[in-house]
C-alpha cells in the first residue's frame, strides 16, 4: 500500500487539478444543503460525453433524481444503508445502459452505420458492448462531477431490478451505478490505502 503526492507525479496538469480530480477527491456520503445548478448538470454531461467509448456508441443514459416524490420512489429499492444518505442528497443520478444503443450508429459513427446490422442480429454482443461501454462512461461521469466543484457518492448498493420496473419499464435502459452528487461534508475518517503499483502492475 501506499501514499501519492503530486510531487511524486510527472503532471501534465496543474497540482490543484490533480488534487480536486483525483489525490484529494473523496466518495462523499454526506452533502451540505446546496442546490445543484441546471448548469452544473449540463457541464456533467457536457464532459461526460467526451470520453471516448467503443464505436463512440456513448450507451449512458442519465435519470436525474431531484423532487421529493421521485426521489422516494428510488429510496424504497435502495439498499438500508445507502437510503438515508440518498433520501438527503441534493442531487442523485440514476446511471444506466441503453440496451438498444446500436440504434444509433448512424447517428454517433455515421461512417461506420453499417456497423448496426452486426449488432442487430447479435445480442449478446449488444448487450455486452452496451453494459461495458457504459460502465466505462461511469467513470467519466464521477470525473465529470469533479470537474465542477462537486463530490459523488456511487453505490451499487440497490436492487436494479426494481429501479428499472421503477423508472424504465418498457425503455429497454437498465441501471448499473446509483450516483449521490453535490457539495460534500468532509468526510468522518481518513482516506483508506490504495495498492503501489508493484501490487498490480506487470510490464511484459
Known amino acids: ?65 431531484e423532487s421529493p416524490e421521485a426521489r422516494e420512489r428510488l429510496v424504497q429499492h435502495m439498499a438500508p444503508g445507502n437510503q438515508d444518505k440518498t433520501r438527503v442528497a441534493p442531487l442523485t443520478a440514476i446511471l444506466a445502459y441503453d440496451e438498444n444503443w446500436h ?36 467513470g467519466y461521469f464521477i470525473m465529470a462531477v469533479r470537474s465542477v466543484g462537486l463530490a459523488a457518492g456511487p453505490m451499487t448498493g440497490f436492487d436494479p431490478q426494481a429501479v428499472d420496473a421503477e423508472f424504465f419499464a418498457g425503455t429497454g435502459k437498465h441501471s448499473i451505478v446509483v450516483v449521490n452528487v453535490g457539495h460534500p461534508v468532509a468526510p468522518a475518517y481518513d482516506r483508506n490505502p490504495r495498492f503501489a503499483i508493484e501490487d498490480v502492475a506487470e510490464t511484459l
Open 1 to 65: 500500500m501506499t501514499t501519492v503526492t503530486t510531487q511524486d507525479l510527472p503532471l501534465a496538469i496543474s497540482t490543484e487539478d490533480a488534487e480536486r480530480l483525483f489525490l484529494g477527491a473523496r466518495t462523499a456520503n454526506h452533502f451540505t444543503d446546496e442546490a445543484v445548478t441546471e448548469d452544473q448538470k449540463r457541464a456533467i454531461y457536457d464532459l461526460t460525453k467526451m470520453g471516448p467509448t467503443a464505436f463512440n456508441s456513448q450507451p449512458l443514459r442519465i435519470t436525474w433524481v
Open 103 to 138: 440504434e444509433h450508429f448512424p447517428e454517433f459513427s455515421p461512417q461506420a452505420a453499417k456497423m448496426q446490422g452486426m449488432f442487430d442480429e447479435n445480442e449478446d454482443l449488444r448487450l455486452t458492448s452496451g453494459k461495458a461501454n457504459s460502465h466505462i462512461q461511469v
